[in-house]
């Protein structure tokens, strides 16, 4: 079995919708993850976001210029008068169940649901049109066999045992269709994976099946060794190991969910990451083997927040690191960098939900300082400590460049380094050249 996954632009468009068609009707048994059409998550937080604000005239205004832009959608992607119906009952069903939420009442239950309705109608529109075609696809709902713990983690256990009843029942089936993205939690109620949630359903299914791949289709043809959308000379990468691949999807790299690495690395499932586009480009395949680079990529992380902590009793306090790392726990947010000293540590955290009480804490026992929209960049490679003169091109690459903090040696894969956010193009372009074109810096 393969798993195979389509993000937004892959599906966000009826021609698009075409060729994956074609590209998934190789012969081969596959579970195929859709995404929301580009676009539409993005609206349903804003049509979520008004009705929690009680503006509901907005918010249904905004319902209906969606609704708007998929009835050219629904037209150009079926090519029969009984596709077309077929479709436009689709987007009947979901955006009349958005109509009738705006109201008085709209909770955080009703965002949840809100926003898990691009996967649905992706799925439904998608399969309908295989079934136009003549392709012989199941539907199977996400909703079933993805589920969430009380601590928001997915339940992979659930997902063995109840997807691969349902696969069971449809044996004579070759392609089955599932949203990403979307989940029940342990109150049973709709939920999601976070933003860009699609990679990690579809390498929890091929975890879940041990599948022998995972295909990741996007619209770029592999992970690239530093972010494309801001930086000017970047290539893929054949090769990346899962250590590799999970730090630069936890610090930033768009292409992969934050934490969609773990699942597959932990069965050893080589995921793929393929460009819809270039269907025949190499791509970037991880795998426990990895690139063999010194240097593999860069990724770079906004809106982290750094704390510097001082004690107020000074030296030789031992205790105070564990006072300072409970008062996290508590409040469940994580660090992400910390550099200490005998009388301070500094750190970093991407979630400022509890900032203000973690701070008030704080404060009862230490002095705080902190600083807002910081930027995590994050070198990413094989530095052993035996192989001399890694550290020094990415400090020499930033000399222009202001460091709040540094933190080398906590793996071997990773140097990472906080900035002021508005320093971090200039940043990226200079580890660019400094790291991947070295001829063009002088240490
Ligand atoms: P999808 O909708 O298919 O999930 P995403 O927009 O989530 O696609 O991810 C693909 C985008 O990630 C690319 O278009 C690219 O702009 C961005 N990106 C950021 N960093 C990288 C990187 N290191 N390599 C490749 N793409 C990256
Ligand atoms: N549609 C969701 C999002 O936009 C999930 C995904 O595309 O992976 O975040
Ligand atoms: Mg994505």
């Known amino acids: ?37 580009s676009g539409t998550t993005n609206t349903l937080v804003e049509i979520s976001k008004l009705s929690l604000k009680k503006e509901f005239e907005a918010a249904k205004g905004k319902v ?42 709209f909770s955080e239950v009703e965002e949840k649901l809100f926003l898990a309705q691009g996967e649905l109608i992706s799925t439904k529109l998608f399969t309908s049109y295989l079934q136009e075609i003549k392709m012989k ?32 029942q449809h044996s ?6 599932t949203q990403g993205y979307i989940c029940r939690n342990s109150k049973g109620e709709v939920d999601n994976l976070q933003r860009g949630g699609s990679d990690f359903t579809a390498t929890l ?12 289709w996007t619209d770029i043809d592999g992970m690239h060794n530093n972010d494309p959308r801001v930086v000017r000379r970047t290539y893929p990468i054949a090769e990346v190991s899962f250590d590799e691949a999970a730090e630069l999807a936890y610090f930033g790299a768009k292409i992969l969910h934050p934490t969609c690495i773990r699942p597959t690395q932990e069965r050893k499932i080589p995921v793929r990451l393929l460009n819809t586009m270039a269907p025949k480009e190499k791509g970037t395949v991880i795998t426990q083997k990895g690139s063999g680079n010194a240097f593999t990529a860069v990724a770079a992380k906004d809106g982290i927040t750094a704390i510097k902590i001082k004690s107020t009793r000074m030296l030789n306090a031992y205790g105070f690191l564990r006072r300072v790392f409970e008062v996290f726990e508590k409040f469940k947010t994580s660090v992400d960098m910390i ?38 960049v994050c070198v990413v490679g094989n530095f052993t400590a035996e192989q001399p003169g890694m550290a020094i ?15 080398y040696g906590g793996s071997e894969n990773n140097i ?28």
């Open 339 to 376: 550099t200490t000293s005998e009388v301070a540590v500094s750190l970093s955290v991407d979630n400022s939900k509890h900032l203000d009480a973690i701070l008030t804490e704080l404060s009862t026992f230490a002095i705080v300082e902190v600083d807002h929209d910081q930027t995590i």
């Open 1 to 37: 079995m393969k798993v195979w996954k389509f993000g937004g632009t892959s599906v966000g468009a009826p021609e698009r919708m075409h060729s994956i068609a074609n590209l998934i009707n190789d012969g081969e048994k596959k579970i195929v993850v859709l995404s929301a059409v």
């Open 393 to 407: 091109k990415v400090f020499a690459a930033l000399k222009e460049i202001p460091v709040r903090m540094i933190s």
């Open 205 to 216: 299914i091929g975890a879940a099946l041990y599948a022998d791949e995972v295909q990741i």
């Open 64 to 105: 209906q210029e969606l609704q708007n832009k998929y009835l050219p959608f629904v037209e150009n992607l079926y090519s029969t008068a009984e596709g077309k119906s077929k479709g436009s009952s689709i987007l009947e069903e979901h955006f009349s169940l958005l109509k009738n939420h705006i109201k008085e009442g």
């Open 137 to 168: 696809a199941a539907l199977l709902p996400a909703l079933d066999f993805m589920k969430i713990d009380e601590e928001n983690e997915p339940i992979l256990s659930f997902t063995e045992t109840e997807l691969g009843k349902i696969i069971k």
């Open 172 to 177: 004579d089936i070759e392609l089955f269709i």
């Open 416 to 443: 990472s380094v906080l900035i002021d956010s508005k320093y971090k193009n200039e940043a990226l372009n200079a580890v660019n050249e400094g790291v991947f074109f070295a001829e063009n810096i002088s240490v």
